[in-house]
């Protein structure tokens, strides 16, 4: 199955608003990570989480590794924050597992 | 912070033709990975290569993928003959060390083979 669940699959949001996006995993995680991959395409690293709570610039994340998952809070959202948000996690030193992504749109 | 660079950023080919990928890593990292994004989905894994040997690689890493990084220069993507299915975006990472480490991606090759 599907080791990496993000949810929701996609969001709109009026710019302003927060934004919550959800990332439960089924193996143990030694690293996590949030991206944000651009309509073009590139991927842009945000966040390396694995456990406890960090914070970039309107950026919060929130992992539980016991829980086996981690949240992505993004406050007062911006229409150049539009863009698909993938959650990684790596279960053992080779690979990064990816999770199918959250698509978000902010309508201005 | 540390950038992965990829060189080309867009490459088309005939069917049937061979396409090498690059790949210049962060400088002092030791890992290095492929992985390949068929437009609109999801990110695959498809080699990890380390101390000059494959370490892990999945079942979309076919016989006419092969990589390597001779003399510490680029590190590359080489696939011959190409196939339809091999048209996605191929992103390059590498990192320092393994486990809690985390990956550098580059900005990927869209790869279009006709």
């Known amino acids: 199955g599907q080791q990496v669940q993000q949810s929701p699959s996609s969001l709109v949001l009026q710019e302003g608003e927060n934004a919550e996006l959800q990332c439960n995993f089924s193996?143990?995680?030694?690293?996590l990570q949030w991206f944000y991959q651009s309509p073009g395409g590139s991927l842009v690293s945000l966040l390396s989480n694995p456990s406890g709570t960090k914070h970039t610039g309107r950026l919060t994340s929130t992992t539980v590794t016991k829980e086996r998952r981690s949240s992505l809070h993004i406050s007062s959202s911006q229409t150049t924050d539009s863009g698909t948000y993938l959650c990684?996690?790596?279960?053992?030193?080779?690979?990064?597992?990816f999770g199918k992504g959250t698509h978000l749109h902010v309508l201005p | 912070g540390p950038k992965v660079l990829q060189i080309p950023s867009h490459q088309i080919i005939d069917m049937g033709q061979m396409v090498t990928l690059n790949c210049d890593p962060v400088s002092n990292h030791l890992y290095f990975y492929w992985y390949k994004q068929i437009l609109g989905q999801q990110m695959e894994f498809l080699v990890n290569?380390?101390?000059?040997?494959?370490?892990?690689k999945s079942k979309l890493f076919k016989d006419q993928f092969s990589v390597e990084r001779p003399d510490g220069s680029y590190f590359t993507l080489k696939i011959q003959p190409t196939a339809l299915e091999d048209s996605a975006v191929y992103f390059c990472a590498s990192s320092p060390g393994t486990g809690a480490y985390e990956q550098y991606f580059g900005p990927g090759t869209r790869l279009t083979v006709l």
């Open positions: 990684a996690i790596s279960t053992n030193a080779y690979k990064v597992i």
């Open positions: 193996s143990t995680a030694t690293q």
């Open positions: 290569f380390y101390n000059g040997k494959v370490m892990e």
